[in-house]
């Protein structure tokens, strides 16, 4: 599914393309107190579309219908080794905007990069 949409959706067939532009912003290389190093900050822009064919929605009765998901936002993410980990964390915010519904809303971004070695 495209990003700030919820995977609880079914649909016979889906469909997704996306774009992704990511630059670095910062290279602090920064230690706090041996609790983090902070290696890296991002930016990023992303776009994402899918089209489903027979999505069942909960607020339609009516049975299966072909519908378009797009999603474009926003986020700030940072490369930190927490408390002397070998593998990095990712830690940021993420702002998303559903074209749709018209709806806006942010999340959080985490997650460790286990193919580091």
Do not use: C
């Amino acid at each position: 599914m495209p990003r700030g949409f919820e995977n609880l959706l079914y649909a016979v067939q889906l469909r997704r393309i996306s774009a992704d532009y990511v630059l670095p912003i910062w290279y602090p290389d920064l230690n706090v107190w041996k609790a983090a190093y902070f290696k890296r900050v991002r930016g990023g822009l992303f776009m994402d579309h899918a089209f489903g064919k027979e999505v069942y929605l909960e607020d339609h009765s009516d049975g299966p219908v072909n519908w378009h998901y797009t999603s474009m936002g926003a986020e700030l993410t940072t490369d930190v080794h927490l408390a002397h980990l070998i593998f990095p964390v990712n830690l940021g915010i993420r702002y998303i905007y559903q074209l749709e519904n018209k709806i806006s809303k942010t999340e959080l971004v985490f997650s460790i990069d286990l193919d580091q070695f």
